[in-house]
C-alpha cells in the first residue's frame, strides 16, 4: 500500500494535503489536477487510506499515515475496498438500464453520476469509517452531470470525501471548480521516469525519449512505450525530415492508417483489462492527438535549433533529422508549421476526418517546404 509520504516528486501537492489535513475543517472535495501519469490517482489512493484508516498512526517526522495492518488499509491495499468508489466513464457498462449499458462512452455522464457517486453516497459506508469517490477524468463529466454535482460537492454526507482527477482545472466549470480545494500535481523529474521505464526493459534511448516527450509523466511514458509508439515516431521523423516540396504521397495515407491502428488496438486493450468499449472514434482521436504532439515536437525541436536556443532536443535520439528541418525552414515557417498542427489537433475533436487532417498536415509540412525552395 502507497503511503502519502511515499508519493515521489510531488512534494507542493502532498504538502498542501498534510496543510488541509491538519486543518480544523479539512476539506470534503479535492480537485487534483495535473498531467496524466504523475501520481494524480495514487495520491488519491494514498489519502482515501489515510482517511479511512481504523488507527491512523504518526511516523518518524510527526506525520499522520495509515496503519497499513487494520482491515481498511488491508482491503486498500488489495484494491477493493468497498467504500473506496473508482469512477470512471466506462461504469457505463455495469449500468442497470440495458441502453445507458450499450452506447458507446465518450463522455463521464449524468447516468454513471447518479448510480455509482450520489445514490452510494446517500447509503451507509460499509466498513464505518467513511467513504471516498475518485472520480477520474472529469475533463470528460458533461455539464449535466457536473451540475447535478453541485450539491454533493457543496455538502457531502458526513465523513465522504470526493477527489476529481482531471488534467487542467480550467477544463471544469467554474461552479464544480469553487467547490473543491484545489491540489496542483507537476511533472516528475526526467531521471525518475527514465529509471522506471528501464525496470519495464525500456531501451535507455527510448527511454530519454519518453521521458522528454512526456516532460515527467510515468504513466504516459510506459503507455507510449506499451503501444508500440516510439518505431512509428522514429519512422514519422525521418520521412518528415526527408519531405521534399513535392509532399509525399503516402505519407498522408500511412498516417491515418497507423492512427487507426493505434486506435484499433487501444480499443481491444481495454476491453481485455477493463471489459469496456471504449468508442473508436474516442481512441482514433486520441491516437491522433498523441501522433500530432510527436509531430509537434520534432518541429519544437527544429526551432531550437533554428534559433540556436539552449534547450535539449526532446529527439535527441534523431539529432540528424531535426538538423535538416531546421535547415529547411525558417523560424517563422516553423511557427507557422507549429500553429497550423495545433489547429488540427482542435480540428479532430469537431468530427473531421482523420484521413483530412493527416493530408492536410503533410500538406503543411510539405508546401512550408516549398516556400523556403
Ligand atoms: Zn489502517
Redesign the pocket.
Known sequence: MIHLQDIIGQQEATGRLRTCLAADRMPHAFLFAGPDGVGRETTALALAALLL???PQTDLAGQRT?????Q??RLIAGGNHPDVHRIYKELARYHENADIRNRKMQSLGIEVIRSFLLAPAGRASTQGQGKVFIVLETELLTIEAQNSMLKILEEPPPKTTIILVCGKADMLLPTTRSRCALIRFGALPHDFVIEKLAAAEVQPTEAAFWAAFTDGSVGGALDHAAAGLYDIKCDILGRLAALGPAGDVTLGESLATTSDTLAEAEVKRIKKSAGADLAKTLATRRAAAVMLQLIAAAYRDAMTVATGAERVLINADQAAAVADLAARHDPDQIAEILQQLSRYERLLWRNVAAKTVWDNVVLTCASAATLNV
Not at 66 to 70: H, L, P, R
Open positions: 484508516c481504523e488507527s495509515a496503519c497499513g495492518s487494520c481498511s488499509c
